[in-house]
């Protein structure tokens, strides 16, 4: 698992240690650097994937998992050097893996520099299988597919986590693997007494938006998939099953997020703004399963807007579910050309140490106008 990223002159970042837990929460105003921090991983696992070994010798800017552009875009404005590196610190692993990339401006593959060739061995030695590298990788973008009459249908979808870049293949993955059965300590599972992937995905859907059910139907000679939602709320009528399209956006936006924190085992889930779309009791109970696959051994990074969000992470640090120590807050600014952080502590209780101005403290300001007295 991940402990510290550090990135140099990469995008708006000169230097920056960012320190991850189990939970790493990425808060901020537009622009400040956030989806720097999660296209870094991308970039550099999609490197992996594209050259097949442990330690690439050349960063892809451009694949399946993210395009970046070239080389000037993604070198530090302000950069003194032309050399732009990645490093990554695991808790179980003594060597970073520490990568250095040569700039070029008009490439959309930047070679790498040679005295980080020399250390390729001893790199690949202690990171070919490590889990952030070599495992699956989830990644739920902020720009998801929306409803949609049809969606694909691959057997290989979701191989080695890629569910696509607009989480396009994320139902036909969910096809597949929603006869598996979780652990039956799997805190994803809480109070469930079926264990099947489908079952729990079922539960947190209601969980979300209580009285959803969801029907996928396969069309096999369409190599397509057709989902359906019904509603059966307590005291109201039940419905029938409704296409996506004619449901909104919020239940098609929340079904990758859900799917990709219920797929992850034991390896990484990047998920951008899980709370789009989605009314205030839903981003908080996604923020519950957030934390529920964190315990569940998936190192879980989280860039959101939502205090609805943060404040499910609270109260669930605060009801004991997960130790303060197992979640990171960072809440990203900018000053001049250069992004900056603070990284406000939780305490037993929910607490945060400090709070940054700006961060979640909007609702506060208005509330206040709303009292002032009418000039």
């Not at 970039?43 to 070994?53: D, G, H, K, N, P």
């Not at 952080?341 to 106008?369: C, M, Y």
């Amino acid at each position: 698992m991940l402990r510290q990223v550090k990135l140099s002159n990469f995008k708006c970042f000169e230097n920056l240690e960012l320190n991850c837990a189990p939970l790493t929460l990425l808060c901020g105003l537009n622009g400040m650097g956030k989806s720097t921090v999660i296209q870094a991983l991308l970039v550099l696992r999609q490197s992996i994937e594209t050259i097949m070994y442990p330690v690439p010798h050349e960063l892809i800017l451009q694949g399946d998992r993210t395009d970046l552009g070239t080389g000037a875009d993604v070198l530090f404005e302000g950069a003194k050097t032309n050399n732009i590196s990645i490093e990554l610190h695991d808790e179980e692993i003594p060597e970073p893996y520490s990568l250095q990339f040569e700039y070029s401006w008009r490439a959309d593959r930047l070679l790498m520099l040679e005295e980080s060739r020399t250390s390729r061995g001893k790199i690949a030695i202690g990171w070919n299988r490590a889990p952030p590298i070599g495992g699956d990788l989830f990644y739920v973008s902020a720009e998801r597919v929306g409803p949609r009459k049809f969606y694909p249908l691959l057997e290989t979808a979701g191989r080695r986590g890629n569910i696509g870049v607009r989480s396009e293949m994320a139902l036909a993955h969910w096809h597949t693997k929603r006869g598996l059965v979780l652990h039956e300590d799997d805190p994803r599972c809480v109070g469930q007494s079926t264990k099947t992937m489908s079952a729990v995905l079922e539960s947190w859907l209601d969980a979300v938006s209580p009285g959803v059910h969801l029907q996928l139907e396969a069309i096999q000679d369409a190599d397509a998939l057709l989902a359906r939602f019904s509603f059966d709320r307590p005291g109201d009528v039940n419905t029938r099953p409704y296409r996506a399209t004619n449901v909104g956006f919020g239940l098609s936006y929340t079904l990758p997020v859900l799917i990709a924190l219920l797929s992850s085992r034991g390896t990484m889930c990047l998920i951008e703004n899980p709370e789009a779309h989605l009314h205030p009791r839903g981003q908080t109970k996604l923020a519950e399963l957030a934390v529920a696959a964190s315990i569940a051994g998936v190192q879980v990074f989280i860039e959101t807007h939502s205090d609805h969000f943060i404040d499910g992470v609270r109260i669930s640090v605060r009801n004991g579910l997960i130790p303060p120590e197992k979640v990171a807050i960072h809440y990203f600014e900018r000053e001049g050309d250069k992004s900056v952080i603070s990284s406000p502590v939780l305490d037993r209780d929910g607490r945060l140490s400090s709070w940054p101005t700006g961060f979640f403290d909007q609702h506060e300001k208005n509330l206040a106008k709303l009292l002032q007295p009418r000039i």
